[in-house]
Nanobody, 114 residues
């Protein structure tokens, strides 16, 4: 059973930064297309950044230029560097495969507020 553990969220002021981490207990992590997803209050969960096994990344338009996804295949870790945060980035953040094929973790809450 794959287990995903997200961390690094918190309360941050508008314009601030956070770095999220995700540890995956999956033997296939290094060859899996991974993504960060988020679920804002009252809205559906959506993928916002994704990365191939080789490190090629792409982003939802709303976060492109502000967020950076990266991975460390030697440690089964996925990261999300978030800069220039706004209130619209407030959400529960999750990691998973791009097509959400693994069981969801608990997520990590990001709240952007002054």
């Amino acid at each position: 059973q794959v287990r995903l553990v997200e961390s690094g969220g918190g309360l941050v002021q508008p314009g601030g930064s956070l770095r999220l981490s995700c540890e995956a207990s999956a033997d296939s992590f290094s060859t899996t297309f991974m993504a960060w997803h988020r679920q804002p209050p009252g809205k559906q969960r959506e993928a916002i950044a994704w990365i191939t096994s080789g490190g090629h990344a792409n982003y939802l338009k709303s976060v492109k230029g502000r967020f950076t996804i990266s991975r460390d295949n030697t440690k089964n870790m996925l990261f999300l560097e978030m800069n220039s945060l706004t209130a619209e980035d407030t959400a529960l953040y999750y990691c998973n495969t791009l097509v959400s094929s693994w069981p969801w973790g608990q997520g990590t809450q990001v709240t952007v507020s002054s």
